[in-house]
């Protein structure tokens, strides 16, 4: 039982490049997340999908895009890589009894 | 703009000592009330969540809610040097996917 796996873990890009995190959870949760956290702003929300087959913008939605693929799968695109999207990004999904997170190790994105 | 507001700290504790984390948020709405710990260069992980007003202990953690003024808070009993991280609240609505965290509150136990 793995939780929430995302990768990369680290990744450098260029301006303008494009790249896909990717998350994957195996504790048959329905409602997944994506967050960025930056120094002293705490978590901010990008997208989320409360099941297979929808997703719903969050607070930070603008220079992403979302696909769920599946109920385990939640991934987000960078479609073209700006500096201001240098950030550490949470994948999270949330279990249906307590309604907590449940978060990946994280994936440090810098965009040069 | 829903808004949770902690002290960013840094809190400073001798260890032993009893460490206090406060909280405020915007929307009165909010159901339920999450403290996650977040060690430096680690993902958040789960301490404690309260739906009730009151206190809820579990081990050397409290946590207490005041809805009627928007506020929950964290006691650290007995601090230890391994507290030290940065505690972030987070809130939630009834419908349980708005989430909106804190910035965090960053704790430090000294020897």
């Known amino acids: 039982n793995a939780g929430v796996t995302q990768t990369p873990k680290f990744q450098v890009l260029k301006t303008g490049q494009s790249m896909t995190l990717q998350c994957a959870q195996d504790?048959?949760?329905?409602?997944m997340y994506w967050y960025r956290q930056d120094p002293g702003m705490g978590l901010r929300l990008i997208y989320y999908s409360a099941s297979e087959g929808t997703t719903d913008k969050g607070e930070v939605p603008n220079g992403y895009n979302v696909s769920r693929l599946n109920k385990r799968e939640f991934s987000l695109r960078l479609e073209s890589a700006a500096p201001s999207q240098t950030s550490v990004y949470f994948c999270a999904s949330q279990g249906p009894n307590t309604g907590e997170l449940f978060f990946g190790e994280g994936s440090r994105l810098t965009v040069l | 703009q829903k808004e949770v507001e902690q002290n960013s700290g840094p809190l400073s504790v001798p260890e032993g000592a009893i460490a206090s984390l406060n909280c405020t948020y915007s929307?009165?709405?909010?159901?339920?009330f999450f403290w996650y710990r977040q060690y430096s260069g680690k993902s958040p992980e789960l301490i404690m969540f309260?739906?009730?007003?009151g206190d809820k202990e579990d081990g050397r953690f409290t946590a207490q809610l005041n809805k009627a003024s928007q506020y929950v808070s964290l006691l650290i009993r007995d601090s230890q040097p391994s507290d030290s991280a940065t505690y972030l609240c987070a809130v939630n609505d009834n419908y349980g996917q708005n989430f909106v965290f804190g910035p965090g509150t960053r704790l430090s136990v000294l020897p």
């Open positions: 309260i739906y009730s007003n």
């Open positions: 929307d009165r709405g909010s159901q339920s």
């Open positions: 504790m048959n949760h329905n409602s």
